[in-house]
């Protein structure tokens, strides 16, 4: 059985769509993020600028630098780690973008098989 021109024209279609990442703007900015674990809402805010991410999260502060590998990734590394795990950079790639927020993946640099998801809402500039 032949395919349809309609099946032909929708495989196009589907294989040329790419998801929307307008990464740039969320370089900078005040930020919202909020997981569920187990039962429980965390919510974390963080400031990003071209060098810095401080991020509150159950009133404790925390600060890394940051590097843009490109666009849409980059490399999160605490100042001031205090464990050996928070020694560890933080890859991040946005996946997709919408408006005031971007979906993301997220994971300790090297450690392809924990790779987690999250959201992000931009609450200021």
């Known amino acids: 059985m032949k395919p349809s021109f309609a099946t032909i024209l929708l495989l196009m279609c589907l294989s040329c769509y790419s998801p929307q990442r307008n990464c ?3 370089h900078k900015g005040t930020f919202e993020f909020k997981t569920i674990v187990g039962d429980e809402l965390l919510e974390s805010t963080f400031v990003r600028d071209e060098n810095y991410e401080i991020e509150t999260f159950n009133g404790k502060i925390d600060s890394a630098s940051i590097r843009w590998v490109n666009p849409c990734e980059c490399i999160l590394t605490k100042l001031n780690p205090t464990s050996n795990q928070d020694k560890r950079p933080l890859s991040i790639k946005i996946l997709t973008t ?15 098989k924990n790779i987690q998801r999250g959201t992000v809402t931009k609450i200021d500039n």
């Open 98 to 112: 919408n408006k005031n927020q971007y979906t993301f993946e997220y994971a300790i640099v090297g450690d392809k």
């Open 24 to 26: 740039n703007q969320f």
